[in-house]
T-cell receptor, first 112, second 111 residues
């Protein structure tokens, strides 16, 4: 069976500090991978998606970036966090385009 | 900007009643439609997927799709207190590469 893990689960960071969130998928190959953010009072916002190693599509211009160094690994980064980056970050995978998304446990980021 | 609209609620129903959750979407070319349940502080979990017009039943859940009206709904029969959560409607984007989510409807089932 397929599983998805992301970490860390919770982090509190000062404004201007860097960020790295990691996500890995097990039990499948060549998945589509996604990063979503859920801010308070807002819906799930698509940040990045990837259909293969090194292939990243950005949906929202901001100070975040994503990388996919391996088939089942997806990393979300920032060089300098802003207060507005606070939120619940969710990694997800799907078997292909138009299919069901399966989410990881989420990473709750608070920027102070 | 393509949108998915849901009433935020809260929708309150007594235990054993039918809960009806509704969703409209703006992009006529969307092909895939999903309902997710999200408990407070947790990540969303998939409940139902539907791809063609009509009804699809899975246990106590029934998803309904009307592409002409750009409308998706979820019915929960015999509602239980454990069904209390936020329900997210999701629709595939035009390219089919990702899902666009509504803000969710909060359901409260009282015992």
């Amino acid at each position: 069976s397929q599983t998805i893990h992301q970490w860390p689960a919770t982090l509190v960071q000062p404004v201007g500090s860097p960020l790295s969130l990691e996500c890995t998928v097990e039990g499948t190959s060549n998945p589509n991978l996604y990063w979503y953010r859920q801010a308070a009072g807002r819906g799930l916002q698509l940040l990045f998606y990837s259909v293969g190693i090194g292939q990243i599509s950005s949906e929202v211009p901001q100070n975040l970036s994503a990388s996919r160094p391996q088939d089942r690994q997806f990393i979300l980064s920032s060089k300098k966090l802003l207060l507005s980056d606070s939120g619940f970050y969710l990694c997800a995978w799907s078997r292909g385009n138009g299919g069901e998304l399966f989410f990881g446990e989420g990473s709750r980021l608070t920027v102070l | 900007q393509k949108e998915v609209e849901q009433n935020s609620g809260p929708l309150s129903v007594p235990e054993g009643a039918i809960a009806s959750l509704n969703c409209t979407y703006s992009d006529r070319v969307s092909q895939s439609f999903f309902w997710y349940r999200q408990y407070s502080g947790k990540s969303p979990e998939l409940i139902m997927s539907i791809y063609s017009n009509g009804d699809k039943e899975d246990g106590r859940f029934t998803a309904q799709l009307n592409k002409a009206s750009q409308y998706v709904s979820l019915l929960i029969r015999d509602s239980q207190p454990s069904d209390s959560a936020t329900y997210l409607c999701a629709v595939s984007n035009q390219a089919g590469t990702a899902l666009i989510f509504g803000k969710g409807t909060t359901l409260s089932v009282s015992s």
